[in-house]
T-cell receptor, first 117, second 113 residues
Framework: DTEVTQTPKHLVMGMTNKKSLKCEQHMGHRAMYWYKQKAKKPPELMFVYSYEKLSINESVPSRFSPECPNSSLLNLHLHALQPEDSALYLC????????????????FGQGTRLTVV | AQSVTQPDIHITVSEGASLELRCNYSYGATPYLFWYVQSPGQGLQLLLKYFSGDTLVQGIKGFEAEFKRSQSSFNLRKPSVHWSDAAEYFCALFDTGRRALTFGSGTRLQVQP
């Protein structure tokens, strides 16, 4: 199983709503990532989790709150978002750890298309 | 700083023609390099990767890429393009500081019949 599963696939939320994006992998990967992708742009790194601990926060606004409940799950909690936060949110995982090159290959989910109204 | 540059924003080729997508990287040591493909509204699929060793790497869907250290390049090639290859292509570098992928700006491939 080389799949990263993201739910929901589409989400429309108001600026006062609270919602969560979910990501799951069963490859035994110890690194998980959230990327944000605007239209016609490359994915931009938001957060990195390594061994269930937040290791990188790319100066993301606090209205985005990541959570890693266990080694297979990654959530992104959303609150008081702005219309400019509308984007495709991609989750990825890799083997992680301090090992060699083989630990760096990232597997991506299909993304959640988020629209903030 | 570790970075990736894709000089071509948009490329159009005829079906059956050959394809080369350019990628240049900036990194002091041997980089870990990847090519991903993305169809509209979809996630990213890995085409191929380079870690070390043989500089010509084969990937899925008939793609290959050649690592050239002297030119800091990792160009993607395909001998004969199919209409289904139309998509966005991203070159990526594993950033050893952040321990995550850094992507180039992408190249949109259009295939003419």
């Amino acid at each position: 199983d080389t799949e990263v599963t993201q739910t929901p696939k589409h989400l429309v939320m108001g600026m006062t709503n609270k919602k969560s994006l979910k990501c799951e992998q069963h490859m035994g990967h110890r690194a998980m990532y959230w990327y944000k992708q605007k239209a016609k742009k490359p994915p931009e790194l938001m957060f990195v989790y390594s061994y269930e601990k937040l290791s990188i926060n790319e100066s993301v606004p606090s209205r985005f709150s990541p959570e890693c409940p266990n080694s297979s799950l990654l959530n992104l909690h959303l609150h008081a978002l702005q219309p400019e936060d509308s984007a495709l949110y991609l989750c990825a995982s890799s083997q992680g750890g301090g090992g060699g090159a083989g630990n760096t290959e990232a597997f991506f989910g299909q993304g959640t298309r988020l629209t903030v109204v | 700083a570790q970075s990736v540059t894709q000089p071509d924003i948009h490329i159009t080729v005829s079906e059956g023609a050959s394809l080369e997508l350019r990628c240049n990287y900036s990194y002091g040591a041997t980089p870990y390099l990847f090519w991903y493909v993305q169809s509209p509204g979809q996630g990213l699929q890995l085409l191929l990767k380079y870690f070390s060793g043989d500089t010509l790497v084969q990937g899925i869907k008939g793609f290959e890429a050649e690592f050239k250290r002297s030119q800091s390049s990792f160009n993607l090639r395909k001998p004969s393009v199919h209409w289904s290859d139309a998509a966005e292509y991203f070159c990526a570098l594993f950033d050893t500081g952040r321990r995550a992928l850094t992507f180039g700006s992408g190249t949109r491939l259009q295939v003419q019949p």
